[in-house]
Every structure is written in C-alpha cells, then in structure tokens.
C-alpha cells in the first residue's frame, strides 16, 4: 500500500511540473511571437518560410534542430558565413539583433514550436546566457 502511494504521488508531481512546464512555454513562445514580429518576419516572413537562397527557412527547419546552440548563438549575435537549411545554401549576413538573452530564449522557444518544428526541451535563459562568442 505504502509503495503504491509513493508511486501515486511522484505521478501527480510529474503531472504537476509538466502542466508548469507547458505553461512557461507557452507564455514564452506568446512573448517570442511579438519578438518575431518585430525583428525577424521581414526576411523569415510571417510563415517562415523565408527567400530561397537569401534568407533561410525557419519553418521545418532541419538546421534549427540539428544546430541548437549555433541556432541561439546567431539570434544572439547575428549570423555570418555559410550554412545549410534543408539541403539549400545560405551565405548571407544577419546583424545582431541586439535583444537580451530573455528575449533570445523566447523567440527561440516560438520558432522551435511553429511551423511544424518541435522541440522536446525548452530554450532557457540560462541555457542562452551560457552561450558565448
């Protein structure tokens, strides 16, 4: 009986932190949306689809999950140099957007859950604040 109540009640606390969870991420991916639309839907537009071979896709995006750190680093610090979205080439510029590492974890939180991306973990602030030029 004891045992059976243990695992009863280390279920509803799993419940519990997981509707939290879900919770942060979703406010975080409604304050990443209004991000989005301020700094990034001129040349990612409003799907993310992005300009072919000028401004990568971020909608289905296999760079974003195959590069996370590199994801967080160049909406931290702007992107330069050549990478790969979904077999297609970029080698343009993107400046340094100048936002805070709050900021960063939500935009990325909301790009990372749109469009047909997933992403099983959470962009943290810590997670952001830890990535360095």
Known sequence: MKATLTVYFLVVISLGFSLVQES???????RGSEIYADFCVTCHLANGEGVSHVFPPLANSDYLVKNRTASIKGVKYG???EITVN???YNSA????GLTDDEVADVMNFVLNSWGNTSDKM???AEVSAIKK
Not at 24 to 30: A, G, R, T, Y
Not at 94 to 97: E, G, K, R, V
């Open 87 to 89: 077999g297609v080439t």
């Open 24 to 30: 942060q991420l979703k406010e975080s991916m409604q």
């Open 94 to 97: 993107m400046a340094s957007l």
């Open 79 to 81: 992107q330069q140099g």
């Open 123 to 125: 962009v943290t602030t």
